[in-house]
């Protein structure tokens, strides 16, 4: 609806505003699918490494061979290395977010990396720097957060591998021990499936502060403040936290019903595209039904029962788990601490927030929409002081 000065009336939270074009994905929520470029993300989580899919969203297409694929993955792996000036910051960083956790200490330490690596804002680059600017930024992150919490639980941080893919070097560093194969594969299949999904909010965020031509770390920055937020990327812990609190199966209709009569949000169910199941959903919970126990029968048990309960008490809504319920449930099963959840969803969305980064730098129009006011009318005379 078009009100004064030619602005037009969108719904609360652009909820379905169309605001750019892309070439990067989409998310189908009627159907329950979305996509990477021209590619199905669930395949591409079945079938191929989380290198692959990082150079189709970066350079517009799979590798083509084991030797496109060898040399990608060796342009990244020095670039796992924190620059001196940002090594000697992290001990004083972990201390300082110690209660905010590291994702917090990430928005500081990339910002830091930035500025020590030179980033200078997107609108005064080529594509070549802009790229080897954001290449530098992901391969990064991994490396910061775990350095990050392994400083905050007292211990030494640990030095990146050049010969592990990424998600096997990201458990590395976390733990200090090389992972099992299957528990790496499938942390990789969970952070193939979360690199990008359609202009979330931090994507969104990410890309209106590349509207502006700011540096990459600025970009990076903003979006992981929006990823923080628990109605955003923050769930995958408070969904294993319900799966806590309702502790047996005979507690699980009492305990739903108590806090969906309440108006409570039942953490890892519901989602405000899909319609029907989310296809990550899915992907996870057969993941976790790999590793099998007791975990994973309490979480599909549950799984049931809630999806029953909502269907009963709020008919005709669609309300299926999310990514987050059986997120949670494979990364604990993988044995990554609940606190880095979060920060490891992180280490996946990068990639996508960095390829929105770069189709965003393309455009020169800077992202500027408006508000309406409903504050008292105006003019009004300012009061003299008494």
Not at 118 to 131: H, K, M, S, T
Not at 136 to 164: F, K, M, N, Q
Not at 195 to 222: E, K
Request: net charge negative; with cysteine.
């Amino acid at each position: 609806m078009n009100t004064t000065d030619n602005t037009i009336q969108g719904p609360r939270g652009l909820a379905g505003v169309v605001v750019t074009d892309t070439r990067l994905g989409d998310v189908r929520g009627r159907e329950g699918f979305y996509h990477y470029r021209q590619y199905s993300a669930v395949e591409l989580a079945a079938t191929r490494g989380f290198e692959d899919v990082w150079h189709l969203m970066f350079r517009g297409a799979l590798p083509t061979g084991t030797a496109e694929r060898d040399a990608f993955a060796a342009e990244i792996a020095p670039l796992r290395r924190l620059p001196e000036d940002v090594r000697a910051a992290l001990p004083a960083l972990a201390r300082a977010s110690a209660l905010a956790g590291p994702l917090a200490g990430l928005r500081t330490a990339l910002s830091l990396l930035g500025a020590c690596s030179g980033f200078r804002p997107v609108y005064d680059l080529g594509p070549e720097r802009r790229a080897a600017d954001v290449l530098a930024a992901c391969a990064a992150v991994p490396t910061l957060l775990t350095a990050l919490h392994r400083l905050g639980e007292g211990l030494e941080p640990v030095e990146p591998r050049d010969d592990l893919p990424h998600a096997a070097n990201y458990l590395y560093m976390l733990t200090g021990q090389e992972p099992d194969p299957v528990r790496a594969r499938a942390v990789e299949q969970y952070l193939i499936s979360t690199i990008d999904h359609g202009f979330n909010a931090s994507t969104f965020t990410a890309r209106v502060i590349a509207s502006t031509g700011a540096d990459v770390a600025a970009c990076l920055t903003g979006a992981i403040g929006a990823l923080s937020g628990p109605l955003h990327g923050g769930a995958p812990s408070r969904a294993l936290d319900t799966l806590d609190a309702i502790g047996t199966a005979d507690r699980i209709d009492t305990w739903i019903r108590e806090r969906v009569l309440a108006g409570d949000r039942i953490m890892g169910f519901g989602h405000p595209v899909y319609r029907t199941e989310d296809p990550r959903s899915r992907m996870l919970r057969d993941i976790a039904r790999g590793f099998g126990g007791p975990l994973v029968d309490f979480a599909v048990e549950v799984e049931r029962q809630v999806e029953h309960i909502l269907a009963e008490l709020k008919p005709g809504r669609e309300l299926h788990t999310n990514v987050e319920f059986y997120a949670g449930v494979v990364m604990e099963l993988c044995g990554l601490p609940r606190e880095m959840f979060t920060p490891t969803f992180c280490t996946a969305r990068v990639v996508g927030w960095s390829a929105n980064i770069l189709e965003q730098a393309t455009d020169s129009k800077i992202i500027r929409p408006a508000a309406r006011y409903t504050g008292p009318s105006a003019p009004q005379p300012v009061p003299a002081l008494d």
